[in-house]
């Protein structure tokens, strides 16, 4: 239905495109597009919405979990864009989902990413693997300079968590 644009009765416009899709069924996977073709808003007036800030490759993406035929290598490529889209339309699965799969590989070079997004999307799953790869396998040490950037732009309430964590760790000592 998706991919051959069957009967599609909503346009949805993108930063660098449009795509088909159905309101039935980004009805019944969100509350939020839900609201949206349920009351007299321009959307289902106009048969059109329009998201400025997501690109036709994300959508499409986006658009596959919804209609539950997207891969799983699709999947992990667009998964922080798609957490993004997940905690804007209130899909809750996809966002647990991503909340997964960002958990299960963290390294060096995305863990304060992900810590940010994790605090962010309060993904206390991914926020808190995020902390104890940073503080109780001492990766802190590996990434300093990261690290001091980072504290300077976080949000306090993240970093205090972090302190917390910091001092729990040392009392185990």
Partial sequence: MLTEGINTD???????????????????????FHSMFSHNLQEKELSTINISDMSMEVCRAFLRYIYGNIEHEEFRTHRLPLLREADKYDILDLK??????????????????????????????????????????????????????????????????????????????
């Avoid at 980072?150 to 185990?172: H, S």
């Fill in 10 to 32: 909503i346009i949805i416009n993108l930063s660098d495109g449009s795509i088909g899709a159905h309101q039935a069924v980004l009805a019944s996977r969100s509350p939020v």
């Fill in 96 to 173: 647990e989902a991503c909340n997964e799969s960002l958990t299960e590989d963290i390294d060096a070079k995305n863990v304060l990413e992900r810590l940010q997004n994790a605090n962010l999307y309060q993904l206390h799953e991914l926020k808190s693997s995020c902390m104890r790869y940073l503080v109780k396998f001492g990766k802190i040490y590996d990434i300093r300079d990261d690290m001091n950037a980072f504290l300077q732009c976080a949000d306090r309430e993240l970093i205090a968590d972090m302190f917390n964590e910091v001092l729990n760790t040392w009392k185990g000592f």
